[in-house]
């Protein structure tokens, strides 16, 4: 089997899932990975572990990277099922003398699998600041809650200058490559960017103390191996990835509006086209994203890289359209901020969809345009309103701070 060496006898003993298609609701377009790596020394632990079902790709690779040698330490970064559903595999096969969590890590891990089988598991709570000698290599321990879980830790490799911060910084993305240097870096940026839009942008706040606390520490970081995706290693990368999450956290975007709607018989759809042409003519890029033929997942990416996004949804028995209801259920979870929003859309009689639309997103505290609603099939006189709204988004997305 293939062996991928990160640095300093720092191993990469993954596995590559090419096939998944759904994270949790999150269409994984081009697959994912679960990175584990190998941190061979005197002592040698592995940190992090991975889907079940992949334990026996994860195996054998540790087993091609340290041969028969004992597994002595098991770090568990974090205990979503996508890292530690072959954990009690691996412990089974491994045997590691000691294993290291995070309290919470411990109490979910409990959860999980059982408290009785856990309960025969040599944990060892550690917490921020906590440190395990390897030899010329030292773990340290970086607590990171809501990165992505409230469970979730770091890994710093000292000796290594290596950051394994398990969620953070990854993307999903199956590739044969290992680092981001060795493939597409816009695919790479694209699909880091998806991935922090779906899994992490509810959490810029307790990022924002994350990249703080890095600071504070002095970690010197020239490698980040996350748990998804590739490996940042050359300067340039690991700077692009730490100044996008800058970016991202503090809830900054680019010049760009995105419209996401779904339609019945058009009409909302030809208020979208309209609305998207006012804000062409301003000369500021547009995203349309129709529910019905997109995911969700998608609209979430556009909305993390735009500084506006409106909603459109037709009336369907008195309630919003169900592909738009459930796109706001979703992006409620999301709670984008420092974000202008509206609601548009086309009604038969009774209409109140735009209203609900209005009022949801008005409830995420967003700077709201006022909202437009037509009967039936959109006038010109209508065409020209959503014209001009458009053009009004525009104007002032030229006017918000990147
Ligand atoms: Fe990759 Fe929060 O799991």
Redesign the pocket.
Known sequence: MERYLLRDDIWWVGAIDWNTRDFHGYDTVRGTT?NAYLVVDDKVALVDGCREGFGHEMYARVRGCCGLRPVDYLVIN?V?P??SGAIPELVEKLKPERIFCSKRAKDALSLYYGAERVAGWDLQIVATGDEVPLGNKTLQFIEAPML??PD?MFTYVKGAKTLLP??AF?QHLATSKRFADEVDINIVMEEASKYYAN?LMPFGGQIQKMLAQIGELGLEIETIGP??GVIWRRPEDVARILEAYQGWSAHKAPERVTLVFDTMWHSTERMTMAIADGVAQEGVECQVIKLSVSPRSEAAHQILESRAFLVGTPTLNNNVFPTVGAFLTYVKGLRPKNRIAGAYGSCGWAGGAVKQVDAELRDLGLEMMDPIEVRYMPTDAELDACVELGREVGRRVKAMEG
């Open positions: 679960y974090h979503e996508d890292h992505h879980w979730s398990n969620d990854g899994i748990s998804h």
